[in-house]
Nanobody, 113 residues
Framework: QVQLVESGGGLVQPGGSLRLSCAAS????????MGWYRQAPGKQRELVATITSGGSINYAESVKGRFTISRVKNTVYLQMNSLKPEDTAVYIC?????????WGQGTQVTVSS
């Protein structure tokens, strides 16, 4: 089992910034990926960004140039800049390895004036 603990959500004005963190613990394979998805009310869960243990990164087109994903060992960060109202969603951390996928509880990000 892998446990994921997220932090860093909140309310921010359009154009502002937030940084999300997610720490993984438990039975972690050396080869893995971590990342973030998000789900807005009435919408499907969508990929935001992922990063592998080897450092390969993938971003959704909608966040490229504004969001930066990084990781230190088994903690993944998402630096979100130039936030827009359409970025409002629950952001959910994920960890995958060995054919298994784990999800965090999610943290609310609200972009509003």
């Amino acid at each position: 089992q892998v446990q994921l603990v997220e932090s860093g959500g909140g309310l921010v004005q359009p154009g502002g910034s937030l940084r999300l963190s997610c720490a993984a613990s438990g039975s972690i394979f050396s080869l893995n990926f971590m990342g973030w998805y998000r789900q807005a009310p009435g919408k499907q869960r969508e990929l935001v960004a992922t990063i592998t243990s080897g450092g390969s990164i993938n971003y959704a087109e909608s966040v490229k140039g504004r969001f930066t994903i990084s990781r230190v060992k088994n903690t993944v960060y998402l630096q979100m800049n130039s936030l827009k109202p359409e970025d409002t969603a629950v952001y959910i951390c994920t960890h995958g390895a060995g054919g298994r996928r784990y999800w965090g509880q999610g943290t609310q990000v609200t972009v509003s004036s």
